[in-house]
């Protein structure tokens, strides 16, 4: 994020009357303060990353079929996925759990699968990042490929964050 010019402390906050030098009536703001504050800040806070609300599921015991993030429609542009995934509750004999994210580019769908993870404990996690092109107004989706012996009983987190770039 670019940042804004420095704040014009010489600058009057309020409108003042010429003749008298007393703040005009309702306290408008002066029109050098409001130069100031749409050509630097809000500038600058337009042009910084977004963060969308993207994907926040625990206590899942089954696969996911591919299923899109919902998200406003996003623009042509790069865009970083970020995922996190942990074993919750194990299976007592062994599991596994598979993320996959998959987007549009050019008319083409590429996939990014995390390995399995096969821990089977607690403390199994996966985290991954990835820069993505999107082509506008299209899905970014997400599955997950779930195995345990004892179907239902491995429990999984999974947190999905989208970012403009």
């Known amino acids: 994020m670019a940042n804004p010019a420095p704040f014009p402390f010489t600058v009057?906050?309020?409108?003042?009357?010429?003749?008298?030098?007393k703040p005009l009536p309702g306290?408008?703001?002066?029109?050098?303060?409001?130069?100031?504050?749409?050509?630097?800040?809000?500038?600058?806070?337009?042009?910084?990353?977004?963060?969308?609300?993207?994907?926040?599921?625990?206590?899942?015991?089954?696969?996911?079929?591919?299923?899109?993030?919902?998200?406003?429609?996003?623009?042509t542009g790069l865009y970083r996925l970020t995922y996190y995934a942990r074993i919750t509750t194990i299976d007592a004999v062994s599991s596994s759990l598979t993320?996959?994210?998959?987007?549009?580019?050019?008319?083409?769908?590429?996939?990014?699968?995390?390995a399995a993870m096969t821990g089977n404990t607690t403390?199994?996690?996966?985290?991954?990042?990835a820069m993505i092109h999107l082509d506008a107004a299209s899905p970014i989706s997400y599955a997950t490929t779930y195995a345990s012996n004892t179907?239902?009983?491995?429990?999984?987190?999974?947190?999905?964050?989208v970012e403009t770039v």
């Open 123 to 129: 403390t199994t996690v996966q985290s991954g990042s």
């Open 27 to 75: 306290w408008t703001m002066s029109k050098d303060l409001a130069i100031y504050l749409q050509t630097s800040v809000v500038q600058a806070i337009a042009q910084a990353p977004q963060f969308f609300p993207s994907v926040a599921l625990t206590g899942q015991s089954a696969s996911i079929s591919t299923t899109p993030i919902p998200l406003p429609s996003l623009l």
């Open 99 to 114: 993320v996959t994210l998959t987007w549009t580019d050019g008319a083409v769908s590429p996939t990014l699968a995390g």
């Open 12 to 21: 009057p906050v309020i409108q003042l009357d010429p003749q008298s030098g």
């Open 151 to 161: 179907p239902g009983a491995m429990k999984y987190a999974l947190y999905i964050l």
